[in-house]
């Protein structure tokens, strides 16, 4: 495991007691993550961003007068419409509860009317406005927002924190995909990237091919000096390789990475290790 990072000048996450990276039987599926997630208690709110059925967010506000510490969440699901934001409710209010105000985005997904590129990132940049916007309604501390995605929103959120204008404290990508043409495969999660971009990384199109860099956040230009960037691996992640991790702190220097125990979903499941470990993350760069 990298050392921990630094945010800010002063933050040193250091401070926090080292955890041993306790092996796990197996890694939680997904199904158990959706079932957790749909005990949880409804959202306080919907804010809707846009006319498409999927460009809403759910936002959940803590008790007390705030101002309360921000999280921009991103749901993965292989950026397909089979998956919703739904399946992050756990984790969404395991953050409600310990002083967190949660935005939870959803957006539209491969297989949705207006999908893919330039559709679907056009949804999380207007969604991320959307939550500056309300912030004052909510008491919600707008100089410490986190952008935290898994998965497919591991990669948007990373994609979000390039973008021009975006003020973010932090980024945490958990288990992100960071280039999409090295992740577009036959069959897996990473055979939705061809739909999600409108073609192959090898098609015999310059223009599609071109398309891919500008939305991998491994070959873009990074996120703001004034935003830290956490990447949080799993052991035993089956979905999405180390590698692409990996990408991204080969380019990125200021980047750090979080190991943690479990697999793919242990990462969004709040009653794993792999959770405690993240949360204990999330606690420090929200002061």
């Keep these: 495991m990298r050392l921990p990072f630094v945010v800010g000048a ?6 926090i007691p080292a955890r041993a990276l306790i092996s796990q039987e197996g890694a939680v599926p997904f199904r158990e993550v959706a079932d957790s997630a749909r005990r949880a208690p409804a959202a306080d709110h919907r804010i809707v961003y846009g006319a498409a059925a999927s460009q809403f967010a759910e936002l959940r506000v803590p008790r007390g007068s705030g101002p309360h510490p921000v999280v921009f969440l991103l749901h993965g699901g292989c950026w397909l419409d089979a998956y919703g934001v739904d399946h992050v409710a756990g984790i969404a209010e395991s953050l409600r509860r310990n002083g967190f105000a949660v935005f939870a985005a959803e957006y539209r997904r491969v297989g949705e009317e207006g999908a893919g590129a330039p559709g679907t990132f056009d949804d999380v940049r207007v969604a991320f406005d ?3 916007a309300i912030a004052p309604r909510y008491a919600m501390d707008t100089s410490r927002v986190m952008a935290i995605g898994h998965s497919a929103g591991g990669q948007l959120a990373l994609w979000l924190a390039s973008e021009p204008g975006v003020r973010l404290r932090a980024v945490v990508a958990l288990a992100a995909v960071t280039d999409l043409a090295a992740f577009a495969a036959p069959s ?3 055979s939705a990237v061809p739909r999600l971009m409108g073609g ?5 199109d310059a223009e599609i091919v ?3 860099a500008p ?3 491994a070959l873009r230009s990074g996120a703001s000096a004034h935003t830290s ?12 390789p180390r590698a692409q991790a990996e990408a991204y702190l080969a380019r990125f220097s200021a980047a750090r990475e979080l190991r943690v125990p479990g697999g793919h979903f242990d990462l969004v499941a709040p009653w794993t290790e792999a959770w405690a470990q993240i949360f204990a993350m999330l606690r420090a760069i929200s002061r």
Excluded: E, H, Q
């Design 10 to 15: 002063c933050l040193a996450l250091a401070a």
């Design 215 to 217: 939305y991998s956040p």
């Design 130 to 132: 959307s939550l500056r």
């Design 229 to 240: 960037v956490l990447l949080v691996t799993a052991d035993d992640d089956r979905v999405v």
């Design 188 to 190: 897996g999660c990473g």
């Design 210 to 212: 071109a398309r891919y």
């Design 200 to 204: 192959a990384p090898d098609a015999p």
